[in-house]
């Protein structure tokens, strides 16, 4: 039994709003030929309106199916808006997490939310992120990659993350409107690449900014296995010793600041996630199923089971000790206790 740290719902106000005022939080609903309806938003997304999207019963039946005793939920990133009219996306964020807000406290014992916030305009950001952290239904909150041309170590959003280490949210980084869209049109490339790619910028623009430096208690953690970043990690060392005194804000090397950087297990390969865990420490990595889209596997936990070399400590940490920690709740004990006799033996790493 694994707990979900990436698993995303489309709130019933956002589908509403896309149908009655769509042009103002730039999204469509259509109708197909053949028929089907279709939701097209920010970010190149294009996908088929099913009831998995927004579906609490659909989701409750996926991760009974997956073997998940319970996620942490958070918005679809098409949902954020982040290009409307302050006012507007700021009632929206408000609705979406309303509307989390009563799917936890209709499964207390299986779910935790995820805020969402205005994040275009900070001062709105940090009041709905004060109103959710004092609800007991939140831990924390997601935001995107980026907001428009700013980069997250941007001045302008240093407020939002003080906050929210003030707050001890923890921030879920997800990747969303990926750079260099215009070239990634075919095969699929926005998101097999564009993601991954969009993530280590953000990564790699909170330590060469120093975010993390300045926020040494800011909790943060990262789609698609940290996306490109870990793989990168090398070249970033070496860019930091040769250029340190000229392109840098911070005195150490990506290497000090790995501890603060945590990821999902989306790596696919059993040998990656194998390379992962040496990397980072397995109580750095969590599952995440990408629910509802197509690009999670349709078993996110099979990776943790056939990984190579990890000891039983490293794949508890994974499934379910690592999320712990980083929500400072145990959603879906009750499950994960059933099928765990040894006591909680902490992190392994």
Same mark, same amino acid.
């Given at each position: 039994?694994?707990?979900?740290?990436?698993?995303?719902?489309?709130?019933?106000?956002?589908?509403? #709003?896309?149908?009655?005022?769509?042009?103002?939080?730039?999204?469509?609903?259509?109708?197909?030929?053949?028929?089907?309806? =279709?939701?097209?938003? &920010?970010?190149?997304?294009?996908?088929?309106?099913?009831?998995?999207?927004? +579906?609490? &019963?659909? @989701?409750?039946?996926?991760?009974?199916?997956?073997?998940?005793?319970?996620?942490?939920? +958070?918005?679809?990133?098409?949902?954020?808006?982040?290009?409307?009219?302050?006012?507007?996306?700021?009632?929206?964020?408000?609705?979406?997490? *309303?509307?989390?807000?009563?799917?936890?406290?209709?499964?207390? $014992?299986? !779910?935790?939310?995820?805020?969402?916030? &205005?994040?275009? *305009?900070?001062?709105?950001?940090?009041?709905? /992120?004060?109103?959710?952290?004092?609800?007991?239904? !939140?831990?924390?909150?997601?935001?995107?990659?980026?907001?428009?041309?700013?980069?997250?170590?941007?001045? $302008?959003? @240093?407020?939002?993350?003080?906050?929210?280490?003030?707050?001890?949210?923890?921030?879920?980084?997800?990747?969303?409107?990926?750079?260099?869209?215009?070239?990634?049109?075919?095969?699929?490339?926005?998101?097999?690449?564009? #993601?991954?790619?969009?993530?280590?910028?953000?990564?790699? +623009? /909170?330590? =060469?900014?120093?975010?993390?430096?300045?926020?040494?208690?800011?909790?943060?953690?990262?789609?698609?296995?940290?996306?490109?970043?870990?793989?990168?990690?090398?070249?970033?060392?070496?860019?930091?010793?040769? @250029?340190?005194?000229?392109? =840098?804000?911070?005195?150490?090397?990506?290497?000090?600041? @790995? $501890?603060?950087?945590?990821?999902?297990?989306?790596?696919?390969?059993?040998?990656?996630?194998?390379?992962?865990?040496?990397?980072?420490?397995?109580?750095?990595?969590?599952?995440?199923? $990408?629910?509802?889209?197509?690009?999670?596997?349709?078993?996110?936990?099979?990776?943790?089971?056939?990984?190579?070399?990890?000891?039983?400590?490293?794949?508890?940490?994974?499934?379910?000790?690592?999320?712990?920690?980083? /929500?400072?709740?145990?959603?879906?004990? *009750?499950?994960?206790?059933?099928?765990?006799?040894?006591?909680?033996?902490?992190?392994?790493?």
């Amino acid at each position: 039994m694994a707990i979900d740290l990436h698993c995303h719902i489309f709130p019933p106000e956002y589908l509403r #709003m896309a149908r009655t005022r769509g042009a103002e939080i730039g999204a469509q609903i259509y109708r197909r030929a053949d028929g089907r309806e =279709f939701i097209r938003a &920010p970010g190149d997304f294009d996908y088929p309106l099913t009831e998995e999207l927004w +579906s609490v &019963p659909a @989701l409750l039946e996926a991760l009974a199916r997956r073997r998940l005793a319970g996620a942490a939920l +958070s918005v679809a990133p098409p949902t954020l808006s982040y290009g409307a009219e302050p006012g507007l996306a700021a009632d929206l964020c408000a609705a979406s997490n *309303d509307s989390i807000a009563e799917i936890v406290r209709a499964c207390p $014992d299986r !779910f935790v939310g995820l805020a969402t916030v &205005p994040l275009q *305009d900070v001062p709105r950001a940090i009041r709905e /992120l004060e109103r959710a952290m004092a609800r007991p239904e !939140f831990r924390g909150v997601m935001i995107a990659s980026h907001v428009g041309p700013k980069n997250l170590d941007h001045p $302008d959003l @240093l407020p939002f993350f003080e906050a929210c280490q003030e707050l001890d949210a923890c921030v879920f980084i997800h990747p969303y409107e990926v750079l260099g869209s215009e070239r990634l049109q075919s095969y699929y490339l926005w998101n097999l690449i564009g #993601m991954v790619t969009e993530t280590c910028v953000a990564i790699e +623009s /909170l330590i =060469f900014g120093g975010v993390y430096e300045r926020l040494p208690r800011l909790k943060t953690y990262f789609a698609h296995g940290g996306g490109s970043f870990p793989w990168l990690r090398g070249r970033a060392e070496h860019g930091f010793r040769v @250029l340190r005194n000229t392109r =840098f804000a911070v005195s150490r090397p990506p290497s000090a600041f @790995l $501890d603060r950087i945590y990821v999902d297990c989306m790596v696919y390969s059993p040998s990656a996630l194998a390379w992962l865990v040496s990397e980072l420490g397995s109580d750095h990595i969590v599952v995440g199923s $990408d629910y509802p889209f197509d690009i999670g596997p349709e078993d996110p936990t099979a990776i943790v089971s056939t990984a190579p070399g990890l000891s039983r400590q490293d794949r508890e940490n994974i499934l379910f000790r690592t999320a712990w920690r980083l /929500l400072g709740i145990k959603v879906g004990a *009750d499950a994960v206790r059933a099928t765990v006799s040894e006591p909680d033996p902490g992190p392994g790493r």
